[in-house]
């Protein structure tokens, strides 16, 4: 179902036009009716001649309560812009109309009413003029006009049938997969509980989902779903709805909360924006300035930082981060006004590029204003890349979910990226919807890094047959699943090896100088006279010392058993090898067999045969020992 707001002055004629239309009075408050004014949001539908059934948002007009204005023209397809023909354009027609043009709403038609109380044609004339005038360079700078009378009826069939026309070919909302609904009205049922209503975004809800209350973090369950009191099972992007959630008190919601699938959205209190100041105003605007933000159904005091400027004059554009008081839920590509909170005055509005950038920046950063830039002229593969770049290392769908791109389509660009070696797959024994991914300029330096400390270690410590993998974590000061997922990367590349706890450039031997090999040698030799009850490794150490007996452990010219005992590889052989022939041949072997076979002591033939158990190579029954039954 298609959204079309109403804008424009105080009693210029939205309600009665909404009523006429519909049939139906959108002033729902007491306070509203006493006062001839909408205070808050009203909606209804309509039905045009088509047969279509459309939304309609009654917006209030009245300066003082533009906030609940702009909770509901956010999420519109199109506007009736009215402006009374015996008044004419206001200040207020002129704010609204800047705000809808801020907020990048096309669509629209000017609405001249009460035509019944216009007698002089001149002024008419005058008024459609000023009409024409105001709309110039703005969104709606070739929107019709048309004429009507509300309480006589005059123009009402020629209304209907232009907003027929003006929505004939509007294409539908984007699915993302992630549907989110800001809430602009909240209240309970007796025998229901809450209800929250809103326009639905960038997915669809079904009866029965879960979902989460944002920045609140409250989880609930949709038990009902109507669009313009229709039940229904589900509803898609763009469609007003009514959900009536389960878990989450209405007391716990405010307008501006966001109903969300859990994990879909992180609230953010700070924001990357385009920023256009509104020419019309006479005073620069400055770095620190404190402001108000109107974002989705909410708004939040913040901040403005100026990026690249020292002040912003009227007419000027310019990067910005919004810091904001308390958090808020936000996409990249949505729109915002930003007002002074006192006096209240729109200052002008744009488009946010990330709603979660890692930091502050600095002000006049070159880098930062390119990588800003790239973000809002750049193409869909360019922000897909500047995304995953700010997330560093990220899975397909978080890069895509913060890049704001369809689900399809950005998975279809992020295999075109990974083609072109733009993005690299950390994981490449998953596929890259399921692993890690991370843009080739920002993996390149983080790959040389962790080659370059691998490199230092092996020439301070030649004989080290590698660092241990937390040791060279805390080096790289990688996250964990980042620094597990690049290991995986370079073992693929075939530029590491992944020993255990330990890690080694491919290329990495161990070499021994003459003074070590002489006294390997040494050892060696004493092994060889006795290789069944050799030096234990207290003795071995004491010999050639510490470094050079792990070299050796390292190079496999010795291997120990366990704590104390270790044999050469050459005696380790014969030995594994009689105990396989032994138990094949008898069907059982007993320490004390194996320690008459060589002739060796308790101490030795024990640790061995233990070593084999620890393998599973042997099992131990009791006294005896059998070949472990590989299953």
Avoid: C
């Avoid at 922000?383 to 279809?412: C, D, F, M, Y």
């Avoid at 890259?432 to 092996?458: C, M, T, Y």
């Amino acid at each position: 179902m298609h959204i079309i707001g109403t804008a424009g002055h105080v009693d210029h004629g939205k309600s009665t036009l909404v009523t006429a239309l519909t049939g139906i009075n959108p002033d729902r408050l007491k306070e509203e009716h006493q006062r001839e004014m909408t205070i808050e949001l009203g909606f209804t539908s309509l039905t045009l001649p088509d047969g279509e059934k459309v939304g309609l948002i009654d917006v209030p007009g009245h300066r003082d309560f533009i906030g609940n204005m702009l909770a509901g023209i956010g999420g519109i397809d199109a506007v009736l812009l009215v402006i009374a023909a015996d008044e004419g354009v206001s200040a207020q027609t002129r704010e609204h109309l800047a705000i809808l043009d801020l907020l990048h709403i096309t669509r629209g038609l000017v609405v001249l009413t009460k035509l019944d109380l216009v007698t002089d044609p001149d002024w008419l004339e005058l008024v459609e003029l000023e009409a024409r005038e105001i709309l110039q360079h703005t969104s709606l700078e070739n929107a019709p006009i048309l004429k009507i009378s509300a309480r006589t009826g005059a123009g009402i069939p020629d209304l209907l049938g232009s907003l027929q026309h003006l929505l004939k070919d509007l294409p539908a909302k984007p699915d993302l997969g992630r549907p989110r609904l800001p809430v602009d009205r909240v209240f309970s049922l007796t025998g229901f509980g809450t209800v929250v209503t809103g326009t639905l975004l960038d997915g669809s809800l079904e009866l029965g989902d879960e979902v989460v209350s944002l920045p609140e973090g409250i989880s609930g369950r949709i038990r009902g779903l109507q669009n313009h009191n229709q039940k229904l099972q589900r509803v898609t992007p763009g469609s007003r709805a009514a959900l009536n959630i389960s878990g989450i008190d209405k007391h716990q919601l405010v307008r501006g909360s966001v109903i969300a699938k859990p994990g879909s959205y992180e609230p953010t209190a700070l924001l990357d924006v385009h920023f256009r100041y509104l020419p019309e105003l006479t005073q620069e605007l400055r770095h620190n300035t404190q402001v108000k933000l109107f974002i989705g159904s909410g708004e939040a005091g913040g901040q403005v930082r100026l990026l690249g400027k020292e002040t912003l004059e009227p007419g000027d554009e310019a990067f910005l981060q919004i810091r904001l008081a308390h958090p808020v839920v936000a996409a990249r590509g949505d729109r915002f006004i930003i007002r002074l909170p006192s006096p209240a005055e729109t200052l002008g509005g744009g488009v946010v590029l990330d709603p979660h950038p890692a930091r502050l920046y600095k002000r006049f950063s070159q880098a930062v204003l390119q990588t800003l830039e790239g973000l809002r002229s750049g193409g869909e593969a360019e922000v897909l890349l500047q995304a995953l770049t700010a997330l560093r290392a990220a899975s397909a769908e978080s890069v895509i979910a913060k890049s704001g791109l369809e689900h399809q389509a950005g998975n279809a660009l992020l295999m075109e990226q990974i083609s072109a070696g733009r993005i690299i797959t950390l994981e490449p024994a998953k596929e890259p919807s399921r692993g890690l991914l991370i843009a080739a300029e920002v993996w390149q330096p983080i790959r040389d890094n962790l080659l370059k400390i691998l490199a230092e270690f092996h020439a301070n410590f030649p004989l080290k047959p590698g660092q241990t993998r937390e040791a060279l974590r805390a080096a790289a000061k990688l996250p964990p699943d980042l620094f597990d997922a690049a290991l995986e990367r370079l073992d693929a590349d075939q530029v590491v090896s992944l020993r255990g706890v330990l890690i080694a450039l491919k290329t990495h031997r161990i070499e021994f100088t003459p003074g070590q090999q002489a006294l390997s040698a040494a050892l060696l030799a004493r092994f060889a006279e006795n290789p069944y009850s050799p030096p234990d490794i207290a003795e071995a150490a004491a010999q050639i010392g510490e470094p050079l007996l792990e070299a050796l452990l390292a190079t496999g010219a010795l291997i120990q058993v366990s704590p104390q005992v270790l044999f050469s590889a050459q005696a380790y052989q014969e030995m594994s090898a009689w105990v396989r022939e032994h138990i094949t041949g008898q069907g059982s072997l007993t320490l004390a067999q194996f320690r008459d076979n060589f002739g060796t002591s308790r101490k030795y033939a024990a640790a061995f045969l233990e070593h084999l158990d620890t393998l599973g190579i042997t099992l131990r029954k009791g006294d005896i020992r059998v070949l472990k039954q590989v299953k």
